[in-house]
């Protein structure tokens, strides 16, 4: 990628970030990998008996098929990459990364609100818990992101820019695919605002109606009222630190990726951008830890598994568990 010349003194080596961006992708691989893989193995021998374990399933696929992409990601990244894995990563692998990411963001919400009509509106429970429907809510999303998302963004970049420019994704669009790209991005802020707002506002629900109990039945346990809000709000801490930045830097950064004003302003948001959408796909990695805090049978899969064991005898799981929230 030749470096425009209006860059050279605005202080920022973009090769240099490029390659620490690509270092970063392929350094979260091996470890995304393994945990998801684990992940998924273990949750596909989970029984589909509630709308949680369907919300979970449909979260690990996301962040299996989102770690498969990271290669692609990280090798696109790459200072030097040639031509035509940039155009692939631009027309297709890297639309199926953010494809993985707000989908798990969009089961991240469904969780938070499965637990949220679990514990706070038992009254719900049979509409709201049930597997059949959940495994509708989880297709009915698929197939809507999929349809009106995902496929026209690959339709729309097929244009073959005459050089390897510094914006080839928004080279290779036509006037309608950056329209689009920009009506895109201003609904997926929309997605991860309500999203934000939707695990906030259950999990504040939820730890009051936690702590509401152990206040009635007399329970002073100190230590069991700090485990009880780390387990309800990992899913708020995880959403805030992963995606919050990214979604911050996105909206300026596309901007001026529309109107492709290569300026010293644009390599700022550039960078930004590019580091917060690592921070983004670092999901991948923290994921499997909401599985293990919320779903009891998740855990006691995990310790079937050998290598988890010894893990697992230093801890008191009978007397931490709290089956209101970690049950699925």
């Known amino acids: 990628m030749a470096i425009p010349t209006e860059l050279q003194d605005c202080g920022l080596d973009l090769k240099k970030v490029k390659l620490v ?102 009254g719900g429970r049979r509409l709201g818990h049930s597997a059949l429907l959940g495994k509708v809510v989880v297709v009915v999303i698929w197939v809507l992101y999929l349809s009106v998302n995902t496929v026209p963004t690959m339709v729309l970049t097929n244009e073959k820019p005459e050089n390897n420019t510094a914006e080839l994704c928004m080279a290779m669009k036509n006037d309608l695919g950056k329209a689009y790209h920009k009506a895109i991005v201003i609904e997926c802020n929309v997605i991860f605002l309500v999203v934000l707002l939707l695990i906030g506002v259950c999990y504040t629900c ?55 004003k290569i300026n010293c302003n644009w390599a700022s948001l550039k960078v930004a951008k590019s580091f917060t959408l690592w921070l983004s796909s670092t999901n991948v990695c923290m994921d499997p830890f909401i599985y293990i805090l919320l779903c009891k049978d998740f855990r006691e899969k995990l310790y079937e598994l050998r290598i988890f064991r010894h893990w697992f005898a230093t801890k008191s799981l009978e007397n931490t568990d709290d089956s209101s929230v970690s049950k699925g």
Request: proline letters at 4%.
């Open 21 to 122: 961006i690509t270092c970063l992708y392929f350094v979260l691989f091996v470890p995304a990998l393994l945990l998801n893989i684990t992940a998924a193995w273990i949750s596909w021998s989970l029984k589909t008996k509630s709308s949680f374990v369907v919300y979970l399933k449909s979260l690990v696929a996301a962040d299996l098929l989102m770690t498969l992409t990271i290669p692609l990601k990280a090798g696109s990244e790459f200072p030097y990459a040639p031509h035509w894995l940039r155009a692939f990563a631009c027309q297709f692998s890297s639309v199926v990364f953010y494809l993985c990411m707000y989908m798990s963001m969009i089961q991240m919400g469904l969780i938070s609100l499965d637990r949220f009509f679990k514990i706070v509106k038992p």
């Open 206 to 260: 939820i730890t009051k109606k936690v702590i509401e109990s152990y206040r009635k039945s007399g329970s002073t346990n100190a230590e069991g009222n700090k485990k009880i809000k780390a387990r309800v709000f990992i899913v708020l801490f995880v959403f805030l630190v992963c995606f919050t930045p990214y979604h911050i830097t996105r909206f300026p950064y596309v901007e001026r990726q529309v109107e492709n």
